[in-house]
């Protein structure tokens, strides 16, 4: 009780005039993201209006708890039955959605770790940029997709997908040629920065005196260990590693849990909330 009470009399000392803005670009995420959901659907010929795509990626949104966002495979069931387009088609755009939120994240993190001059972690990204590189890679070797796809079958997780997988390899390839790569990586990159704003007004709005390169380390590092663990939407593992680097700085504990739970309210359980809303 007396935690649950400290925790109170902290969220009650946030700012709250800052929770629209926060919102904002909470929505300015969301647009970025149904546009790049948009493009890939496009470079496949899934013919549909961006309203529609807006309110299908919005009803994605309400499987994001699911190991790896997989649950927004949702989203193709949903194509097949309102458009009679095959999983096997619009399979490989939620695939993928994930690999390119890695990449902006891997991105924004190697940046992080050259102005901080921090050779750890642009080591640990730079080994992820190039797995993920690999991978895109494989749209246009069949035999490095075919490599890759005897790893997948391996991972319990993933081994029920992999004959989807191997039944996707031509439209894979379609959305990884150059042209239409360089779209969806800006807007990528773009997405996450925006995040990276977010979280930086949360720490304001708790009077917390850090720049946004520590804000956008602490929240990005912490969210990537999450979606390496695969658990659903990383819970545990972000808030515990979150609350840690906060406390490492000095940050106090209840200080600390406040600002990750009101991160979690307005990102994972908001748009969770707001998925289930448009479904």
Known sequence: YSDFQEFSINISQFDFSYLPIILAFVFLGIMIKSLRQQLLYKQIEVCISFKTGILLFISGLSMIVTPGGSGELIKSYYLKKKFGYPLAKTFPTVIMERLLDLTGIAGILLIVGLLLDNYSIISLMLILLSTLSLIFASGKKKKLFNFLLSIIEKIPILKKQAS?????????????????????????????????????????????????????????????????????????????????????????????????????????????????CAT
Do not use: C, H
Not at 167 to 192: A, C, D, H, N
Not at 240 to 253: A, Q, W
């Open 164 to 276: 989807s997988f191997s039944e996707s390899y031509q439209v894979f390839g379609e959305l990884t040629s150059g042209k239409i790569m360089t779209k969806t990586l800006g807007l990528s990159f773009f997405v996450w920065m925006t995040d990276a704003i977010m979280i930086y007004f949360i720490f304001i709005g708790f009077n917390l005196n850090f720049d946004i390169i520590f804000s956008t380390f602490s929240m990005y590092s912490s969210l990537l260990l999450g979606v390496l663990t695969m658990i659903p939407a990383g819970i545990g593992v972000t808030e515990v590693s979150f609350v840690e680097i906060l406390r490492d700085e000095g940050v106090d504990t209840a200080t600390s849990t406040s600002l990750v739970i009101l991160f979690r309210l307005v990102t994972i359980w908001f748009l969770t909330v707001l998925g289930f």
